[in-house]
């Protein structure tokens, strides 16, 4: 019984570590799958069955039709989106939590009403307004509905990130005779900076990510994640879990790389 009683022991000392392990390999089993089948050749067109080893899909991931062109089309989306959210998110985490006047608090409302309501309802009322307007559907309008869906998260992460600044250490500058815009360029600027890229970031993967805000307003534009949908059911081709594990890779290098720059030594 004594090493039982050990073991029991052991256990319940590392618990949350081992709940915290399993928690991970959780999340990551499902990246671990379509790593592997991503050198899989299968016969049919479904990949969900595991054949031969091959690496043919790696040597020619464009070699199916409009799954670079959608990859393409959903980077730029991304990328516009990001820049547009992060912006006005900027500012108006800024004006929030800065400045006072008389709808402040129903300003700051209505910025979290799209992180709290269902992004069906989301999709459907972007889509209703276009349709009320006018507006053809197409890269535009993904692009409208993109940063009007991520304005809500940067807003968020950069106004926790600005509330807790010191803001003596802006009248420091300006006793410094520092102007306003030097202030903001060397001391404002750089604190609120993590913030900032923590919005942008967030920004970039929920627009590439995105399905059903993109289904709604995408008209007869295809995206990647909408090639993905509708390639399921025809047919899943091996290129798509190659590009899945490209943009995972490329995801766990970028923050091991954050990583390692912040724990860097600063130079005094």
């Not at 990328?79 to 929030?96: D, E, R, Y």
């Not at 869906?149 to 410094?176: G, I, N, Y």
């Not at 993590?194 to 995206?223: K, M």
Request: glycine share 6%; net charge positive; hydrophobic share 55%.
């Amino acid at each position: 019984m004594a090493p039982l009683t050990r073991l029991a022991r052991g256990l319940r000392r590392n618990l949350v570590v081992i709940a915290g392990l399993a928690t991970l390999a959780f999340l990551i089993l499902p990246n671990v799958v379509v790593t592997v089948f991503s050198f899989n050749k299968p016969n049919g067109r479904f990949n969900y069955e595991w054949q031969r080893f091959s690496t043919d899909a790696w040597t020619h991931p464009c070699g199916v039709a409009d799954l670079c062109g959608s990859l393409s089309l959903s980077l730029w989306i991304a990328l516009w989106a990001t820049v547009g959210a992060t912006l006005l998110g900027t500012a108006i985490a800024f004006a929030l939590a800065r400045y006072r006047f008389r709808a402040r608090t129903s300003a700051g409302t209505l910025v979290f009403l799209p992180m709290a309501m269902p992004e069906v309802v989301m999709a459907a009322s972007l889509a209703t307004l276009f349709l009320n307007m006018g507006v053809s559907f197409g890269f535009w309008t993904i692009l409208i509905a993109h940063i009007t869906f991520c304005l809500s998260f940067v807003v968020t992460a950069v106004k926790a990130r600005v509330m807790s600044m010191d803001p003596r250490l802006e009248q420091a500058a300006q006793d410094l005779y520092a102007t306003p815009w030097q202030t903001f360029r060397k001391v404002t600027l750089p604190i609120a900076a993590p913030g900032i890229v923590a919005g942008a970031l967030l920004s970039f993967a929920l627009s590439f990510d995105d399905f059903i805000i993109t289904n709604f307003n995408a008209g007869s534009t295809v995206t990647f994640p909408m090639y993905v949908w509708g390639s399921a059911q025809r047919g899943t081709p091996v290129q798509i879990n190659v590009i899945g594990t490209a943009m995972f890779a490329i995801a766990v290098l970028c923050v091991l790389v954050g990583q390692l720059v912040g724990r860097r030594p600063r130079r005094s």
